[in-house]
């Protein structure tokens, strides 16, 4: 790992190349985070990558995570590796939900829906069609290894990644509704049939 | 004439997409491949998977952490003490909770046993795809003692709960060393006796070299990791590499291979096993003395014998069993080898004693990617011999 000071020498050399890329460092838990501006992320990371003195030549992980009800909500998580030094750094790219239809005050958190079907095992509503989905620039030609977790990220967050080639469901079968590693996915059930009776007769 | 000539010679470059799976013996579990196939050679291949998606990461966003345990280990089913020490190590490096040097070495000791045991399962079952039946059986056999060992130990043969947030949940019982020691002793004359029975086996031989070889800047690229990066030449293992458990302690070696073909993939794994039966040997000549769990009562179960002795502890007791412990917000990610390589553990913790996110950065699922370059432009017998040699599992591929 890069240490305290370490990250904020990083920092300021990437300033130089990408001014206003990094907008916060936070070294915690023995670990070195970057916090980027997701338009730039690519920029950021192909300068870790290629920059004499850096090195961070492996996505270890790509991976996202929910922060709601915090905004913006969305994180990109790419943990990288420089194994000559074997120090690993931690790109985020935090990302808001884009405005939906509905007038959603500034600060607010959208309104919680239900958090748990009741026994009656209620579907949720599907979202309409033309969602609005946050996006952000894909890595794969940087990282070709970010091609299956980007589209894992996708499946499970409703992360569009700009440039991907392919992407589509990769776990969740193609038809399903919904985006169910957010926080704010309701669990609780779906009903599932069993039987031929059970689907026509039930 | 000539039409049904020209016919008949378009039909050998015909390309012809043909599904494979998921239900089929050799794709080690329900991985359904759509291969394009010209004659019998591979031109594109693209892996469908899911089908044993079980969503264990968003159960593990309700439950407390101590309880998200069992669920990370029934991810990759082979490797289950893995995935145990990839969460538990995640959480305590996020309370910031030192585990005490035994449990260090019990650790290691079992994550060894349970290396070697899938190491077995791999090449009981690949064997047995390239037509080695009996393989099957003499890995299976040596299997079973780890499994007796893990049922010793633990109670149970598999997903065994064993490892705790601070350390592990008990201490070896009395006879397991001997056991244990016996093992050890017979498995190198074990593993002498599978490469005696593979590295003659002319079918054997002509069906691993020179097949599904990728270049190691290609796999690196690729994040692949575990035996199918150092089997290209590249001596990368996290065990050297990072400072966790007992591993700076102890001698071992890290093998390579050369050529980056299926067959040092066997290499590499079988010398894998020789090395893990030495670093069981020296962490068992190592073990220390004393307590095998941290003495934290914030996070950790007070012993038994306390509970009706002293309130404080049940107090401490009932806390932890029903609500769990609170965890301050943060997030961690913490990545240890595992028999199919860089087995990472992402933790984001809300403050809440629930984890708000788990992922597990699973190796086989990053690994399958580097499927279609071992397998384009070669036979399908080819593609099903570097199939076993990827050593997919797919409970781990689709969490």
């Known amino acids: 790992m890069p240490d305290g000071p370490g990250l904020e020498l990083i920092r300021g050399e990437i300033e130089q190349d990408h001014p206003g890329a990094v907008l916060e460092t936070s070294f915690d838990r023995e670990q070195a985070a970057l916090v980027v501006d997701p338009a730039q992320v690519v920029a950021v990371l192909s300068w870790l990558r290629d920059a004499p003195g850096q090195g961070y030549r492996f996505l270890s992980s790509l991976h996202a995570a929910d922060y ?21 750094i931690r790109v985020k790219a935090m990302l808001r939900e884009p405005a939906t239809a509905g007038p959603v005050g500034a600060g607010d958190p959208p309104p919680l829906p239900v958090a748990k079907a009741s026994s009656g095992a209620v579907p949720p509503a599907p979202p309409p069609a033309d969602e609005a989905l946050p996006e952000i620039d894909s890595c794969v030609e940087l990282f070709p290894t970010a091609e299956f977790q980007e589209r894992e990220v996708f499946d499970f967050f409703g992360i569009v990644f ?17 985006w169910p590693q957010r926080r ?3 669990i609780g059930g779906e009903p599932v049939t069993f039987t031929y009776n059970e689907a026509n007769y039930g | 004439m000539a039409e049904l000539a020209a016919a008949g ?12 799976g998921p239900h089929h013996p050799a794709t080690h579990g329900v991985l359904r491949l759509v291969v394009d196939l010209e004659g019998e050679i591979v031109r594109d291949l693209r892996p469908v998977i899911g089908y044993v998606h079980t969503g264990i990461e968003k159960s593990c966003e309700d439950k407390s952490y101590w309880k998200v345990i069992p669920f990370v280990e029934r991810m990759d ?34 994550l060894e046993l349970n290396r070697i045991h899938s190491h077995l399962v791999w090449l009981g079952t690949t064997a047995l795809d390239l037509g080695a039946v009996s393989m099957l059986w003499y890995c299976f056999r040596e299997r079973d003692r780890i499994l007796d060992l893990f049922e010793m130990a633990t109670g149970q043969r598999m997903h065994t709960r064993y490892f705790q947030v601070g350390g592990v949940i008990e201490d070896i019982p009395r006879g397991f060393e001997a056991k244990l020691r016996q093992f050890v002793a017979d498995m190198p004359v074990r593993v002498g006796q599978y490469q005696d029975l593979l590295d003659r086996n002319e079918v054997f031989l002509s069906r691993t070299k020179n097949t599904g070889i990728v270049s190691r800047e290609r796999l690196l690229q690729l994040g692949v990791t575990g035996p199918l990066l150092r089997a290209a030449g590249e001596p990368w293992d996290l065990r050297k590499a990072f400072d966790y458990l007992a591993y700076p302690e102890l001698d071992f070696k890290v093998p390579v291979g050369t050529v980056g073909d299926n067959y040092d993939r066997y290499r590499v794994r079988v010398a894998e096993m020789i090395e893990s039966v030495r670093i069981i040997e020296q962490a068992l000549d190592g073990l220390p003395e004393g307590p095998f769990i941290a003495d934290d009562r914030k996070y950790v179960l007070p012993p038994r014998s306390e509970l009706s002795t002293s309130m404080e502890s049940l107090i401490h007791h009932f806390k932890l069993v029903t ?32 984890p708000a996110r788990v992922h597990i950065r699973d190796a086989s699922f990053v690994n399958l990617q580097a499927f279609k370059d071992m397998s384009v432009g070669s036979y399908v017998a080819d ?3 570097s199939l076993g040699m990827l050593d997919p599992i797919l409970g781990g591929v689709d969490r």
């Open chain 2, 77 to 110: 089913y082979v490797s289950y003490f893995f995935q145990m020490e990839a969460f538990c190590g995640a959480v305590e490096r996020l309370v910031g909770l030192e585990i005490p040097a035994r449990a260090k070495y019990l650790r290691t000791i079992f």
């Open chain 1, 68 to 88: 709601y009800p915090a905004e913006p909500r969305f994180g990109i998580h790419y943990e990288l590796l420089n194994r000559d030094r074997v120090e690993r």
């Open chain 2, 323 to 354: 609500e769990g412990y609170r965890v301050e917000a943060g997030e961690v990610y913490y990545a240890i080898e595992s028999p199919r390589g860089e087995l990472g553990c992402f933790v984001l913790a809300d403050g809440s004693a629930k």
């Open chain 1, 162 to 178: 700009k440039g991907h080639p392919d992407m589509t469901r990769i776990l969740l079968p193609d038809d399903y509704v919904g």
């Open chain 2, 9 to 20: 010679g378009g039909l050998e470059t015909e390309v012809m997409t043909i599904n494979i």
């Open chain 2, 383 to 385: 593609m099903i011999c």
């Open chain 1, 184 to 186: 704010d996915f309701p």
